[in-house]
């Protein structure tokens, strides 16, 4: 064997491994590391239809390779002129019907799964006891309410594990769509209707992948529309309960440290109008303008998408601009000085329930 | 008035093509317009690539992303892809028939002048404020609420060139059924003509929608119509149903052609007739059929509940079935055959295991429930440009590298022809493969940037790697073209020496007038037919005689203007005052010259029996 083939052979062999390995994604957020039933039902579709398909490429492969390389023109064939076929009902027969097949075996578990992701019967009983989350999306941020608890949070969406989880989904501006890679496929949310849908967290993998899964908008819907992130924590219903009754229970502490309480100020001035600071709000959602900061302490990331630590809340304070072009929030409040940023930044570390 | 073997100069060669009707003029016309845009959306891409090539980039603003994004893929379909089919169609389809010129001249250059304006028009908007930035499919609740000009320059330009393309198809239909020479039955007409037939169909059916929703969507962006405001009434799914049920069998309008041009290769390159012929034939109609039936398979997330989206899916899958049997009939006419790899001929090899892997990860996004994980991922972004660039550029560069001593009377220089194959053709499998995997590892479509920390940077990387490569075969098309330009020789009527259809018969490139007389078609593939019996020519139907033709006319250019001035008025007609008049301007020279088409006799000319036979004389010789 020629040295150069062997290397190249060597070459692709360790690059075909390393993209397997790393084909895989990351576990909070790939299609292909599914972390719950719906994911799985997917996961499973994708199997078998790749299966299928890896099968008809096999078979066009092979014909083609032979048919490109046995019936080349050669030197001395310059005149030949070859037998002019018409066609082969048999051959015409047998890839008519082979494919037929193959799309049958497709088509049965693709209809049934479609019948079964669609099911949200469970969330429109009178007497519900399943835990429905109102997801409301906007531009670049998402509203998590809980009607059943009467408590919204924004941004990092809680959720007990184990158990189907229902969604209504809709948009208060323009369209986008609402996925979580690692835990089922998206649906969109419509300015014109509420859409429903479930999902299962699967504890064990959602252990696995940290607890904590990224959720993406997938529609087209602005500038920032690449930064439009969420996060999804996945807990134990045990857990989840705790958290729900904590939300319910928040209660504003009083602030004793000055500039705290400084920043308690400006943030009433400045920021109330849009920002809610206790989960249980009443007002109508055309009126929560922003994302609802009661445990804005205990979320994962500012913004969506920066780690979540006060230099960061203070870039976002000073020119939420640079950090998401397009959104609401820029020109909407005066200009802080250093002193008052320092202020706001405290006082938005203090908001938590936990 | 014969403009045959005239010395002209710069003007008047400008002239001249301003005013042609002759359907191989306007052939050149599609190809350089849409070459142009084709460089135009090139550009586009690599802008997208090189922002996305690391994570966190800043080569581009958010806002500019969004407009490049919107008009790479508007201009890659509307104003690339669909031209470039309409010229390999007029370069082609009319000679192929074995007629003079398409039913409709003057309604030819029509429909290229509207593609133009609206083309250009469209253009405008990066001058004019900004490009829209709400995707090629520009959803209602995205583009109403988009601040700047950029969609009314979508929705108008459009609009104009839709016009054309509307124009064109009917054009061709009206060509195909009555054009064909004696002898030339439906079920003996070449695939390239049948392709165009069934496409033409399409481009009647699928158009008109289009124009509804554009028309909705300048009411409501223009002119105070609420056609997809919610709060009044309106509905912003209707926008995506009416842009899919155009938007779906658009992509076979582009697609049947490109199959019809491979199976032209395929046929002549491996000395065979198409095996299956009329399978193939069965296949391309029922493709176009089955392609109406499918567009919600675009909607799977919308919300149209279980029982909309299986019968969509299932539907869906069947078109897997024609669409295989193509692929096959191809693989078994080179079964046998005598296989010659010229640059059109590796074009088509090339292609098929290449749309193989775009059908069959389309058939993947049929199975609706897990398309619910594929739908605005960058999987879609993967099977969608396997299935555009696997098939329908590649098919166009192979139609332009073989029909090019047709159009030109040159060839195409084969070594460099080859070695813009391979850059492209590594390119874009190392551009797009690795974008399945990214949209499987959970990255959306349509991101200006990405965060690090996902396990999306390599995948980018080699992505944009890719990319460079695919440009790079492009700039060697470029120095080839003008290589040929300059230095190419002169090449006779059959330069690939296996035409079989009955543009090889004629001159390259083709008289004015096509056929000195109006061959007998005695086949299928009748030029082959005629070389196997031995015989030089065609067997002609009729004596020779003097030739009518029709005159060249600068009206189909006014009219177009004029719809362009109009456009450009209505666009402002909310900020200045001069907006209203220069619009109503604009129709006034649309309508005035459309009065004077009506009141002015125009019989055409004459091309002297003389002429034409010292014509042949020459074309012979060369």
């Known amino acids: 064997m020629k040295k150069w083939l062997r290397n190249w052979r060597l070459v692709s062999l360790v690059s075909a491994m390393a993209l397997l390995l790393a084909g895989c994604g990351k576990p909070f957020l790939s299609t292909l590391q599914p972390a719950g039933e719906v994911a799985d039902m997917q996961y499973k579709l994708m199997l078998l239809s790749t299966a299928i398909m890896v099968i008809v490429i096999a078979v066009v492969t092979i014909i083609f390779l032979y048919v490109v390389t046995r019936f080349r023109r050669r030197k001395g064939e310059e005149n030949k002129i070859p037998k002019q076929v018409e066609g082969s009902h048999t051959l015409e027969i047998i890839w008519t019907v082979i494919p037929i097949i193959l799309l049958i075996i497709l088509a049965v578990p693709t209809v049934l799964y479609t019948f079964k992701l669609a099911d949200v019967k469970p969330m429109n009983k009178k007497e519900r006891d399943v835990v429905v989350v109102n997801v409301r999306a906007n531009l670049y941020w998402w509203e998590f309410e809980y009607p059943d608890y009467g408590i919204i949070t924004s941004q990092d969406l809680v959720v007990p594990t184990n158990e189907r989880v229902y969604f209504n989904l809709k948009a208060s501006d323009v369209k986008h769509s609402f996925w979580i890679p690692a835990v089922g496929g998206k649906m969109d949310t419509n300015t014109d209707n509420t859409n429903q849908f479930f999902l299962t967290f699967d504890d064990k993998r959602a252990e696995e992948a940290g607890r904590l899964f990224y959720g993406k908008c997938a529609e087209l819907c602005g500038p920032s529309h690449a930064l439009m992130d969420f996060k999804v924590k996945a807990l134990p219903r045990a857990e989840f309960d705790q958290w729900v009754e904590k939300m319910k229970n928040a209660k504003p502490v009083a602030a004793t440290d000055p500039v705290v309480k400084r920043g308690e100020e400006i943030f009433n001035k400045s920021c109330i109008g849009c920002h809610a600071v206790t989960p249980v709000d009443g007002r109508p959602e055309q009126a929560r303008l922003a994302p609802n900061l009661a445990d804005f302490a205990d979320r994962s990331r500012i913004a969506g998408i920066l780690e979540h630590n006060e230099e960061n809340l203070k870039a976002w304070l000073k020119d939420p601009e640079k950090i998401k072009p397009g959104n609401k929030m820029t020109g909407t409040y005066p200009a802080l000085s250093d002193e008052e940023l320092e202020a706001l930044t405290k006082y938005l570390m203090t908001l938590s329930v936990e | 008035m014969s403009t045959l073997a005239r010395k002209k100069g710069v003007g008047a060669v400008i002239w001249d093509y301003l005013t042609t009707v002759d359907h191989k003029k306007i052939a050149i016309l599609y190809l350089i317009a849409g070459g142009f845009f084709f460089l135009l959306g090139g550009l586009e891409a690599m802008i997208i690539r090189i922002q996305l090539a690391v994570p966190n980039n800043d080569f581009i603003s958010a806002g500019f992303y969004n407009e490049v994004l919107t008009m790479h893929g508007t201009t890659m379909i509307f104003l690339a892809a669909m031209p470039l089919v309409f010229a390999m169609m007029n370069a082609v389809v009319p000679i192929q028939i074995g007629a003079r010129d398409v039913a409709f001249p003057f309604l030819n250059a029509l429909g290229f002048w509207l593609f133009f304006f609206g083309g250009v028009f469209l253009n405008l908007s990066w001058f004019l404020g900004g490009a829209p930035d709400a995707g090629w499919t520009s959803y209602a609740s995205l583009s109403l609420a988009s601040p700047t000009h950029g969609i009314d320059f979508y929705v108008l330009g459009l609009q104009i060139s839709g016009f054309g393309t509307l124009i064109g198809g009917i054009n061709f239909l009206v060509t195909i059924i009555n054009m064909r020479a004696p002898g030339m039955t439906y079920m003996r007409m070449p695939m390239f003509t049948w392709a165009t037939f069934v496409t033409s169909a399409l481009i009647l059916f699928a158009f008109p929608p289009l124009t509804v929703g554009l028309i909705f969507m300048m009411m409501d962006r223009l002119f105070g119509g609420n056609f997809f405001d919610p709060a009044l009434g309106g509905n912003t799914i209707i926008w995506e149903h009416l842009f899919w049920i155009f938007g779906h069998p658009e992509v076979y309008i582009l697609v049947l052609p490109a199959f019809g041009i491979f199976s032209e290769i395929f046929a002549t390159f491996s000395r065979k007739r198409l095996f299956g012929y009329s399978s193939m034939v069965f296949a391309t109609v029922l493709i176009g059929f089955l392609g109406f039936m499918v567009w919600a398979h675009h909607m799977f997330t919308v919300g149209m509940g279980p029982i909309a989206n299986a019968i969509f899916a299932v539907a869906t899958m069947a078109i897997a079935v024609p669409t295989g049997i193509k692929i096959f009939n191809w693989l078994f006419t080179m079964w046998g055959g005598s296989i010659r790899f010229t640059t059109p001929m590796i074009y088509a090899v090339a292609f098929i295991p290449s749309f193989v892997i775009g059908g069959v990860t389309g058939v993947m996004n049929a199975t609706a429930a897990a398309d619910y994980q594929y739908h605005d991922s960058y999987f879609v972004v993967a099977h969608f440009h396997y299935v555009i660039v696997g098939g329908v550029v590649f098919a166009l560069l192979a139609g332009a590298h073989y029909w090019w001593p047709k159009m030109f009377g040159k060839m195409l220089d084969e070594k460099l022809g080859k070695v813009t194959f391979w850059l492209f053709f590594i390119g874009f499998h190392l551009t797009f493969f690795i974008q399945h995997f990214l949209g499987l590892m959970g990255m959306p479509r349509r991101v200006f940037t990405f965060l690090p920390g996902q396990g999306f940077e390599t995948g980018n990387m080699i992505s944009t790697v890719g ?46 007038y096509n056929f000195a007389q109006t061959p007998l078609v005695r086949g299928l593939d009748a030029y082959w037919i005629e070389k196997m019996e031995g015989k030089k020519g065609l067997t002609p139907a009729e004596p020779l005689g003097d030739i009518h ?25 909310q900020d200045y005052a001069w907006g209203t008049p220069v619009g109503v301007v604009g129709l006034l020279i649309t309508l005035g010259a459309m009065f004077f088409r009506s009141i002015i006799d125009d019989h055409g000319f004459h091309i002297h029996k003389e002429e034409v036979m010292e014509a042949e004389k020459k074309g012979a010789g060369a």
């Open chain 2, 467 to 512: 990319a460079f490569f695919m440009a790079a075969g492009t700039v060697v098309l470029l120095a080839n073209v003008v290589i040929t330009t300059v230095k190419g020789k002169r090449v006779g009527n059959d330069p690939w020496e296996d035409g079989r259809t009955l543009e090889w018969a004629v001159s390259s490139p083709a008289p004015e």
């Open chain 2, 549 to 573: 033709m029709p005159n060249p006319s600068i009206l189909p250019f006014v009219i177009s203007l004029g719809l362009f001035v109009a456009a450009f008025g209505f666009l402002f007609h």
